[in-house]
């Protein structure tokens, strides 16, 4: 459970989120909502400029991978680790507020997932001097 292997999933995650909901705004739409009549152009926009955010992540993150202990790294670790708990947050206040159907926890195991791993990693990265 190392930070390379942290920052490749989280690259490939961010990947594949981010193709979809770059590209694919409707079908994302149509899986995650329960009421598919929310999609409009608006949310479709917003949707598109999530996905290039985690885009332009992912390659962050897999630029990151075989960097060594750094300032640079640790944020890095922290970004993705804050980044999933909110995730975790939003994504259950949607599922439990009829919002999102039940495939968004998929997401949000995910995130947890992802987020427990940033957690274990933080506390390794502490050593760092500026």
């Known amino acids: 459970m190392n930070t390379?292997?942290?920052?490749?999933?989280?690259?490939?995650?961010?990947?594949?989120f981010g193709i979809i909901l770059f590209f694919f705004?409707?079908?994302i739409g149509q899986e995650y909502l329960t009421n598919p009549d929310l999609i409009n152009e608006a949310s479709k926009i917003v949707a598109k400029g999530y996905g290039s955010l985690l885009l332009a992540m992912a390659i962050a993150f897999w630029l990151s991978r075989k960097s060594g202990p750094s300032i640079a790294r640790h944020a890095m670790v922290v970004l993705?680790?804050?980044?999933?708990?909110?995730?975790?947050?939003?994504h259950s206040?949607?599922?439990?507020?009829?919002v999102e159907t039940a495939?968004?926890?998929?997401?949000?195991?995910?995130?947890?997932?992802?987020?427990?791993?940033?957690?274990?990693?933080?506390?390794?990265?502490?050593?760092?001097?500026?």
């Open 4 to 16: 390379k292997n942290f920052f490749t999933l989280e690259a490939i995650n961010c990947v594949v």
């Open 25 to 27: 705004p409707d079908f």
């Open 80 to 90: 993705a680790t804050f980044s999933n708990i909110f995730l975790i947050i939003i």
């Open 93 to 98: 206040m949607a599922i439990l507020g009829g």
């Open 103 to 130: 495939i968004a926890w998929g997401t949000v195991v995910m995130s947890l997932i992802l987020a427990i791993w940033g957690l274990t990693l933080i506390p390794k990265e502490k050593d760092i001097t500026v």
